[in-house]
């Protein structure tokens, strides 16, 4: 098994974010205040990496190809290499991403199903372009 390096922050006074390094963090409050803002910014890339799957669902033609095993395998193997490479423990990024790729799937396939059903008058919603 390859060395993992260990996770080390610039030891600048700030890192991006605005927040301390955690090898800085003094208090439970640095360390908090730390994780905070990660989650903030998380949520925010969370958020933006969602609208891509509605864009997925609003330009796949075909309900079947909504989910694609073989992407997913993909994603999952990239994912991998980046945590690899950062000195993250692959195996705990794979089960992070399957989750997130999961609930990605599902994501798109409401939003699929909701774009193509029935409207009043007969008509079917048309997907924006």
Known sequence: MA????????????????RIPADACRTM???RAG???????????????????SAAARIKPDRGQVRDEARKAQVLANVR???????FDPALAEQLWDA???????HEFELWDHLR???????RRQPVP
């Open 117 to 123: 059903q029935p409207v009043p008058g007969g008509n």
């Open 3 to 18: 060395a993992r390096k260990a996770w080390t922050v610039s030891s600048s006074p700030t890192v991006a974010g605005g």
């Open 35 to 53: 994780v905070d803002s990660i989650d903030r910014e998380l949520v925010g890339l969370l958020a933006e990496r969602m609208h891509f799957m």
């Open 81 to 87: 290499r980046a945590a690899t490479a950062e000195g």
């Open 100 to 106: 997130l790729v999961e609930a990605s799937i599902a």
């Open 29 to 31: 409050a640095d360390v």
